[in-house]
């Protein structure tokens, strides 16, 4: 069970991290984080599980433009072109968590959790292993409320971590 964020984690939320964890502990591999709308809410509770939290490396709360630049090294010009939510600049993070840690894989999240210049609840993802092309998701969850949507994208972004490292196992 996690332990600082229980019970404010549902059951599935929780059951989706230990998986994620889990497999990367029998895969001997680490993780990343690379977080905007979600705040570091997805670092926080994969490094709340006990017995399992050492797979996990670092966590990049990025929540400004000068942050996913300063922190991650996306490009200024990308987030100029594509703006901060986009497919470009999730996969820039991503690839950013990835070359300033120690990880193996990382997953990376921007959206609107509610009003922007963009629809309510937009949120892009991308999860990336080192050496090998981003795996990107677009969601839009409408205007549900800024809490419902950023546990929407843990839920998402949890179900990538996990769904990239099954890939793996399956890999030749």
Same mark, same amino acid.
């Given at each position: 069970?996690?332990?600082?964020?229980? %019970?404010?984690?549902?059951?599935?939320?929780? +059951?989706?991290?230990?998986?994620?964890?889990?497999?990367? =502990? +029998? +895969?001997?591999?680490?993780?990343?984080?690379?977080?905007? =709308?979600?705040?570091?809410?997805?670092?926080?509770?994969?490094?709340?599980?006990?017995?399992?939290?050492?797979?996990?490396?670092?966590?990049?709360?990025?929540?400004?433009?000068?942050?996913?630049?300063?922190?991650?090294?996306? %490009?200024? @010009?990308?987030?100029? @072109?594509?703006?901060?939510?986009?497919?470009?600049?999730?996969?820039?993070?991503?690839?950013?968590?990835?070359?300033?840690?120690?990880?193996?894989?990382?997953?990376?999240?921007?959206?609107?959790?509610?009003?922007? %210049?963009? %629809?309510?609840?937009?949120?892009?993802?991308? =999860?990336?292993? +080192?050496?090998?092309?981003?795996?990107?998701?677009?969601? =839009?969850?409408?205007?549900?409320?800024?809490?419902?949507?950023?546990?929407?994208?843990?839920?998402?972004?949890?179900?990538?971590?996990?769904?990239?490292?099954? @890939?793996?196992?399956?890999?030749?």
């Amino acid at each position: 069970m996690a332990e600082a964020l229980d %019970p404010a984690v549902p059951d599935d939320v929780e +059951r989706l991290a230990r998986e994620v964890l889990a497999a990367a =502990c +029998r +895969r001997d591999l680490r993780l990343a984080t690379a977080e905007s =709308c979600t705040g570091g809410l997805l670092a926080s509770l994969l490094t709340d599980i006990p017995g399992l939290s050492h797979v996990f490396d670092s966590g990049f709360v990025t929540y400004s433009d000068a942050a996913k630049i300063a922190m991650l090294d996306v %490009p200024e @010009t990308l987030i100029a @072109t594509h703006g901060a939510v986009s497919e470009a600049v999730a996969v820039a993070m991503a690839e950013g968590a990835l070359a300033r840690s120690g990880a193996h894989l990382a997953v990376a999240v921007t959206g609107y959790a509610d009003k922007g %210049p963009g %629809p309510a609840g937009l949120v892009h993802f991308a =999860c990336t292993f +080192r050496d090998a092309p981003a795996r990107h998701r677009k969601e =839009c969850f409408g205007a549900v409320g800024r809490a419902e949507v950023r546990l929407a994208a843990m839920r998402v972004g949890l179900r990538l971590m996990r769904d990239s490292l099954e @890939t793996l196992s399956r890999a030749p």
